[in-house]
């Protein structure tokens, strides 16, 4: 069989046996929204100026460049309510680096920062004046957040929801932890991410998602939340509001029926493509793997495409790897209060069990080579290599956009 496979701007053909091939794996197709979308904005607007009554100060927390949430759905007919109060628009980073003028004005939209850029704070992760302590969570996290918090009288909080690898989904209490969070803070809560049920769609035990409902919950200003559920092709397909906890608990409901894909058995190899914007960098390009893992045998291997125009992104993980002589030295050993330790760890205990190939445009050779990861030039030399390495008996899954779905082997 061959087929196209394209990512940024480049397009690969790609051939493989018919004899190989299980399936071409692709998202859920919801094209008709689960909920009346314009009845649900026109409704939640008007509980929010309701929300309002009364403030004078807002704080409107937005996702950053790495998720393709729809903020200017919900902003733009916010606006009007928003001008007649000092509001603040703060992109939650994490401990991601600054937007570019051109990343801001796709999180917004044109006429929305054209609106609002003079009123735009990016978050800081690794300044401490921009930090306020307030507490200790029961995992013994010391909670630090942005201090914007306490000039706010009302916050509102925009999200998507979507599966995420260790924290079982984003949005909700991510708009706090990591979004607005100092890096001490974001370290010792991501350190929580070796727990086994700290995976793609669980929430129940998963010490990660306990902790940051633990630090949203110390937020004492009261919140109206805005949870998105989108397509893949990044249409609102339901959006759930109100009180931040309920909201995203509805919220996993929907983003489960959209990303879970049913598989009758695993693979001996999954060829996994990233798109834009999970596609930026090396450090968010780990998604594709953790996505894949559900239906990969052990000693499988997995194929990570990924243009990485961003080059690594955060690149603390790569310098605690590539100081290993073997993987045992983080799996091993306890979990240190060190950026980066946290991913090195999880990826470290992920390739005892399977084999991680790359395609990487944006990333050097030897860059990957010094994290155990093994790079190629192209998709189908990758595949080669891995059919060759597998046996001529080997199974093939093909994921051409695998930010946009799990498969769930049932």
Same mark, same amino acid.
């Not at 689960?34 to 008007?46: C, G, L, N, P, T």
């Given at each position: 069989m ?30 008709t ?35 393709p949430?729809c ?17 603040k ?6 401990? +991601?680096?600054?937007?570019k003028?051109?990343?801001?004005k796709r ?25 306020v302590?307030?507490?200790k ?25 979507e ?14 932890l ?30 990660? +998602? ?25 249409n ?41 914007p ?23 291997i ?68 010094s994290?155990f ?38």
């Amino acid at each position: 069989m061959r087929f196209s496979l394209r990512y940024y701007v480049k397009e690969e053909i790609v051939f493989i046996p018919d004899e190989n091939l299980l399936e071409v794996l692709t998202p859920q197709q919801f094209m008709t929204p689960f909920v009346d979308i314009v009845r649900s904005i026109d409704e939640a607007v008007k509980q929010t100026v309701e929300f309002l009554k009364g403030s004078v100060r807002t704080l409107v927390l937005i996702n950053d460049y790495t998720r393709p949430t729809c903020n200017e759905a919900i902003l733009k007919p916010l606006l009007p309510e928003l001008t007649k109060r000092d509001t603040k628009y703060m992109i939650c980073l994490g401990s +991601h680096r600054k937007a570019k003028e051109e990343e801001l004005k796709r999180i917004l939209g044109q006429d929305v920062y054209e609106e609002i850029k003079d009123k735009i704070v990016q978050h800081n992760a690794y300044e401490p004046a921009q930090l306020v302590f307030l507490g200790k969570t029961g995992f013994g996290t010391e909670v630090e957040l942005n201090r914007e918090l306490l000039w706010a009288d009302r916050i509102i909080a925009i999200n998507s929801v979507e599966p995420h690898y260790f924290a079982g989904y984003t949005g909700g209490r991510k708009s706090f932890l990591p979004g607005i969070a100092g890096i001490k803070t974001i370290t010792n809560n991501h350190n929580l991410l070796l727990h086994p049920a700290s995976a793609p769609f669980s929430l129940k035990d998963n010490p990660v +998602h306990r902790d940051m409902n633990e630090a949203a919950r110390m937020v004492s200003k009261p919140i109206f939340s805005f949870q998105l559920i989108q397509n893949p092709q990044h249409n609102l397909l339901a959006i759930r509001y109100g009180d931040l906890f309920s909201s995203f608990e509805q919220a996993c409901i929907d983003a489960y029926r959209v990303y879970a894909v049913p598989v009758e058995k695993r693979a001996d190899i999954i060829l996994s493509v990233l798109q834009h914007p999970y596609d930026i960098n090396f450090y968010q390009s780990q998604r594709a793997v953790e996505f894949a893992l559900s239906a990969l045998k052990p000693g499988g291997i997995q194929i990570t495409v990924s243009a990485c125009y961003d080059g690594v992104g955060n690149d603390e993980f790569i310098s605690m790897l590539s100081k290993c002589e073997s993987l045992n030295e983080l799996t091993d050993g306890k979990p240190q209060d060190i950026p980066g330790w946290y991913k090195s760890a999880r990826l470290a205990r992920i390739m005892q069990n399977y084999h991680l190939f790359t395609v990487m445009p944006g990333v050097k050779d030897e860059i990957i080579k010094s994290v155990f990861m093994h790079p190629f030039s192209s998709a189908q030399s990758a595949l080669a290599a891995a059919l060759s390495q597998l046996g001529k008996n080997a199974t093939v899954y093909i994921i051409p956009d695998a930010g946009s779905l799990i498969p769930i082997v049932h």
